[in-house]
T-cell receptor, first 115, second 111 residues
């Protein structure tokens, strides 16, 4: 499979617990994005990386959220001390910055439910 | 910052009917526009995109969109929908190194 892979597909956690999601982008893509999507809304930008550098973080990304892309390949998104408001679909996308006339390829997402 | 407005969030229509979904964007820079589709249980897929040139863009599955710069619009159309077009449709504008999405249109096609 040469698409964007996300793991796990579903995660149910108790409030206050920490969770970590993984994203494996298309191998030659140097940009990786995290988005969050809640019911009835479009995806909202959280952060993006170019290679291993995290270049921008949205104000939506509170201090409880941290993302890494240590070797410029896969990325992880960690949420500490989860709250019910964190329940959402977390989407990862990747692109090749040199392909300026191309869209982003999205993964299937990780659905987080905080109970 | 860029933004996108989509109206008529819920659309119900019968097979063979025509579909038009409105999209208005706000962005001061060079405009790259997209329509994505999300079928039930599946990931976001690119339907079509506009970067430059012919403002009438043709995409997959018989969809097309027209970029009207003076109206800041990028409306999506399909002349005759099928049951398999039941999905959520998102318009997006690229700027500032990210895509900004609208809230989406939930389209249900009744056989």
């Amino acid at each position: 499979d040469t698409g964007v892979s996300q793991d796990p597909r579903h995660k149910i956690t108790k409030r206050g617990q920490n969770v970590t999601f993984r994203c494996d982008p298309i191998s030659e893509h140097n940009r990786l994005y995290w988005y969050r999507q809640t019911l009835g809304q479009g995806p909202e930008f959280l952060t993006y990386f170019q290679n291993e550098a995290q270049l921008e973080k949205s104000r939506l990304l509170s201090d409880r959220f941290s993302a890494e892309r240590p070797k410029g390949s896969f990325s992880t998104l960690e949420i500490q001390r989860t709250e019910q408001g964190d329940s959402a679909m977390y989407l990862c996308a990747s692109s090749l910055v040199e392909q300026t006339n191309y869209g982003y390829t999205f993964g299937s997402g990780t659905r987080l439910t905080v109970v | 910052a860029q933004s996108v407005s989509q109206h008529n969030h819920h659309v119900i229509l019968s097979e063979a009917a025509s579909l038009e979904l409105g999209c208005n964007y706000s962005y001061g820079g060079t405009v790259n526009l997209f329509w994505y589709v999300q079928y039930p249980g599946q990931h976001l897929q690119l339907l079509l995109k506009y970067f430059s040139g012919d403002p009438l863009v043709k995409g997959i599955k018989g969809f097309e969109a027209e970029f009207i710069k003076s109206k800041f619009s990028f409306n999506l159309r399909k002349p005759s929908v099928q049951w398999s077009d039941t999905a959520e449709y998102f318009c997006a504008v690229r700027g500032n190194n990210r895509l900004a999405f609208g809230k989406g249109n939930q389209v249900v096609v009744i056989p």
